[in-house]
């Protein structure tokens, strides 16, 4: 079993729909939480992180941990064909460099 | 530059040559990653630099694979004897201080074909 686990997807919906994407994991000892967007042919950019449980909102998006389920998620509202990205989960026990991603979620939205 | 910038973006290299792989950091970042993303998976940490610290070579796959970081701002990943399970994209990726990947940004990557 991997430690971060992700539906590869691909998932497609249509503008204006609300996205959920999920990540499930196995190590209790996470702390740090991150969403990451990675358009074709570019690095990852960091949308959000959260540590600990609770949730986090930014404009559209917000991210969610429940750590008691190990399961964590993104939702975007309002999506938008330029929101058309791969999406990253990521978790580390310490803010350093000990991360662990998920294999990444491929979203299409159809205008 | 604005941001971080890797050469080349593409290599393609023939199964037993050497590559090396460059990361130009944001100027003045002390912390410095390098991941590898292959199809369909996730990033798998190669390697951290953190200032004059030594690096942290957990994540090295082989010992046909070396990094340095010269001067503290660039570095090199070097990988010897090029398999084709070396295929892949190869991130960079660098941070202004002691907060990690929550401050980090990414390079465009170089990807990586080995024929």
């Known amino acids: 079993q991997k430690e971060v686990e992700q539906d590869p997807g691909p998932l497609s919906v249509p503008e204006g729909a609300i996205v959920s994407l999920n990540c499930t994991y196995s190590n209790s000892a996470f702390q740090y939480f991150m969403w990451y967007r990675q358009y074709s042919r570019k690095g990852p950019e960091l949308l959000m992180y959260?540590?600990?449980?609770g949730n986090k909102e930014d404009g559209r998006f917000t991210a969610q941990v429940d750590k008691s389920s190990k399961y964590i998620s993104l939702f975007i509202r309002d999506s938008q064909p330029s929101d058309s990205a791969t999406y990253l989960c990521?978790?580390?026990?310490?803010?350093?460099?000990?991360?662990?991603f998920g294999a990444g979620t491929r979203l299409t939205v159809k205008p | 530059g604005a941001g971080v910038s890797q050469s080349p973006s593409n290599k393609v290299t023939e199964k037993g040559k050497d590559v090396e792989l460059r990361c130009d950091p944001i100027s003045g970042h002390t912390a410095l990653y390098w991941y590898r993303q292959s199809l369909g998976q996730g990033l798998e940490f190669l390697i951290y630099?953190?200032?004059?610290?030594?690096?942290?070579k957990s994540g090295l796959p082989s010992d046909r694979f070396s990094a340095e970081r010269t001067g503290g701002s660039v570095s090199t990943l070097t990988i010897q004897r090029t398999q084709q399970e070396d295929s892949a994209v190869y991130l960079c990726?660098?941070?202004?201080?002691?907060?990690?990947?929550?401050?980090?940004?990414f390079g465009q990557g170089t990807r990586l074909t080995v024929v």
């Open positions: 990521a978790m580390s026990e310490g803010n350093n460099n000990d991360m662990r």
């Open positions: 630099f953190q200032g004059n610290s030594a690096p942290d």
């Open positions: 990726a660098s941070s202004p201080g002691y907060f990690g990947l929550t401050e980090a940004f």
């Open positions: 959260t540590y600990s449980s």
